[in-house]
């Protein structure tokens, strides 16, 4: 792509899903269709994700990447305060820096702890041992900021690395998480956000191959401020072997190389099927 063109508003975001469970079938994911979801709806688009076990030094070696790529990145997972919850301390090893209990956490969680037991009748001892546990919820990386939890008061967190990436940590539950992420987007990044600035256009070219298309592709991006998609298929039960290519990025560029791509198309006297448009 001519360098002078830019589709994309930066940051990219990106997306850590952590946990046993999804690798093993047990659970299946439901970040990664809500996480584009919101993205989406806010004309953002998700660039890449991430699926770790809850294995330290996986975790540790995903995480100095997010640190280290000038991203926004979500994490889902494994921030609680159970032995295979091993998030937090991971994200201090990724950043080099010590953990310690987040003042504000320490309030929002005790503030949980007196609504729970105000709720069960009791009288709230916050020197109960399990009390006194539930405050390594909120010991985070030295220098992090916490991210409300609507749900239920407990936070998450947010972290700064020297290579430019943040890295945002949410619960693993959707019923946080995705709330949160509503708010860490409207907040921090609304200036990102371009509703009603993104199109997507494409057509069905019938019995094609990627590699006969790909030097006209590769003229479009070198011409318009738009990237260029091909997805294959080899069995469509309609189609049958065919391409959808297509073009997507800013209205006003996607309808001119949109132009220039079906003109490509028809100098090459391609058999085209039906045409989509995507908002």
């Known amino acids: 792509m001519n360098p002078a063109h830019h589709v994309f508003t930066d940051p990219a975001f ?25 993205l989406s709806a806010r004309g953002l688009t998700l660039a890449w994700s991430r699926c770790v076990g809850d294995d330290r030094k996986r975790i540790t070696a995903a995480l100095q990447d997010a640190f280290a790529s000038a991203d926004v990145v979500f994490s889902c997972g494994g921030i609680g305060a159970t032995p295979d ?48 546990h539930r405050y390594n919820m909120g010991v985070f990386p030295a220098g992090a900021r916490i991210i409300h939890n609507p749900y239920n008061k407990i936070p998450g967190f947010s972290c700064d690395g020297s290579g430019g ?33 993104w199109l997507e256009r494409s057509v069905v070219v019938l019995g094609a191959m990627e590699a006969a298309l790909t030097p006209l592709m590769e003229r479009i991006e070198a011409v318009h401020a738009v990237k260029v998609f091909s997805l294959p298929s080899v069995d469509h039960p309609t189609y049958g072997r065919h391409i959808e290519l297509g073009v997507k990025g800013a209205p006003e560029s996607v309808n001119a190389a949109y132009v220039d791509l079906l003109a490509g198309l028809h100098d090459r006297a391609a058999q085209l099927g039906p045409e989509m448009v995507r908002r």
């Not at 047990?26 to 970040?31: E, I, L, S, T």
């Not at 504000?104 to 009791?122: F, N, S, Y």
């Open 14 to 38: 990106g997306l850590i899903i952590i946990g046993d469970e999804i690798l093993s079938g047990k659970r299946a994911d439901k970040h990664l269709p809500k996480v584009i979801e919101l």
């Open 85 to 132: 919850d091993h998030t937090r301390q991971c994200a201090a090893a990724a950043l080099g820096v010590e953990l310690a209990l987040h003042p504000e956490a320490k309030d929002l969680i005790e503030q949980r702890m007196r609504d729970v037991a105000a709720e069960q009748g009791q009288t709230f001892d916050p020197s109960r041992p399990d009390n006194v």
């Open 165 to 197: 990436g943040t890295v945002h940590f949410l619960p693993g539950f959707p019923v946080m998480a995705w709330p949160m992420i509503e708010s860490v987007l409207d907040g921090q990044y609304r200036h990102c956000q371009r509703q009603g600035a």
